[in-house]
């Protein structure tokens, strides 16, 4: 069974960066897609950005030009580039691997918090 893992939250001012790490004790890079969510307290779980094997991406309207999804292959690692960011960015940040068939690992999740 995989388990993905983040790293790389933490605390920052507004219009800061930050880049978010999931890797995993399993092979993360040959999953169907690979997808980051966030939640922030009161509300749901909501994607933020995937990638898929082929190097599809989709992104949430909201992170659209500040958020960059990419992956190392060679390092079995899913990035998260995060660029321009804003108190209301402030969430809990898990990384969800698919591998099809109703195969999904999550993440643990990393915390990321934007000061004003």
């Known amino acids: 069974q995989v388990q993905p893992v983040e790293s790389g939250g933490g605390l920052v001012q507004d219009g800061e960066s930050l880049r978010l790490s999931c890797t995993g004790s399993?092979?993360?890079?040959?999953?169907?897609?690979v997808a980051w969510y966030r939640q922030a307290p009161g509300n749901e779980r909501e994607l933020v950005a995937a990638i898929t094997r082929s190097d599809g991406k989709n992104y949430a309207d909201s992170v659209k030009g500040r958020f960059t999804i990419s992956r190392d292959n060679a390092k079995n690692t899913v990035y998260l580039q995060m660029n321009n960011l804003k108190p209301e960015d402030t969430a809990v940040y898990y990384c969800?691997?698919?591998?099809?068939?109703?195969?999904?690992?999550w993440g643990q999740g990393t915390q990321v918090t934007v000061s004003s």
């Open positions: 399993g092979s993360i890079v040959i999953s169907r897609s």
């Open positions: 969800r691997a698919d591998y099809g068939s109703g195969r999904n690992y």
